[in-house]
T-cell receptor, first 113, second 111 residues
Framework: DVKVTQSSRYLVKRTGEKVFLECVQD?????MFWYRQDPGLGLRLIYF???????EKGDIPEGYSVSREKKERFSLILESASTNQTSMYLC????????????FGEGSWLTVV | TQLLEQSPQFLSIQEGENLTVYCNSS?????LQWYRQEPGEGPVLLVT???GGEVKKLKRLTFQFGDARKDSSLHITAAQPGDTGLYLC???????????WGAGTKLIIKP
């Protein structure tokens, strides 16, 4: 069965802290994505990666960075967390073409206080 | 930037009623996907429509892709409380790794 696993379901961090959100997929997918989801705004793409060590900015990359050292792992980094980064973060993966199914993790709820 | 307008944003109806959710764009998509997201979970794919005019059925859910591949609808017949969730549409372009997402329809079916 297809699986995307996000390491943390719920986190509470202080303003200014560095935050790592880890994601692992077991499907040998080329593409991996990080989205944030906020009520009324839908899914907004932060960064995506179409290959190891490759990354592309999405619609809202400011304040975030990513790392993809291995094909199965895609990490989202908040260098200095701020309260406006309180959100639900969703990791996802897919095979190479845009029309392929995207498989999502269960999400990470981040609260920055 | 391509937009995918999804409506309504929120719908609360009684069990047994019918409903339709719409996704509209001014641009053409190569395919369109519908996802459902339950509280505390990530979205899960329901269906992908590819051909203009295509209709797909999933039990009480009927999905249609517009003839011009610019719009899509999801119709639920005799809604059940188990249909409660956030429904998301997403359009794909062949030239792009990314999907274009609608903002979602939050559906509540009351027993």
């Amino acid at each position: 069965d297809v699986k995307v696993t996000q390491s943390s379901r719920y986190l509470v961090k202080r303003t200014g802290e560095k935050v790592f959100l880890e994601c692992v997929q077991d499907m040998d997918h080329e593409n991996m994505f990080w989205y944030r989801q906020d009520p009324g705004l839908g899914l907004r793409l932060i960064y995506f990666s179409y290959d190891v060590k490759m990354k592309e900015k999405g619609d809202i990359p400011e304040g975030y960075s990513v790392s993809r050292e291995k094909k199965e792992r895609f990490s989202l980094i908040l260098e200095s967390a701020s309260t406006n980064q309180t959100s639900m973060y969703l990791c996802a993966s897919s095979l190479s073409r845009a029309g392929n199914t995207i498989y999502f993790g269960e999400g990470s709820w981040l609260t920055v206080v | 930037t391509q937009l995918l307008e999804q409506s309504p944003q929120f719908l609360s109806i009684q069990e047994g009623e019918n409903l339709t959710v719409y996704c509209n764009s001014s641009s053409v998509f190569s395919s369109l996907q519908w996802y459902r997201q339950e509280p505390g979970e990530g979205p899960v794919l329901l269906v992908t429509v590819v051909t203009g005019g295509e209709v797909k059925k999933l039990k009480r859910l009927t999905f249609q892709f517009g003839d011009a591949r610019k719009d899509s609808s999801l119709h639920i017949t005799a809604a059940q409380p188990g249909d409660t969730g956030l429904y998301l549409c997403a359009g794909a372009e062949d030239s792009n790794y990314q999907l274009i997402w609608g903002a979602g329809t939050k559906l509540i079916i009351k027993p």
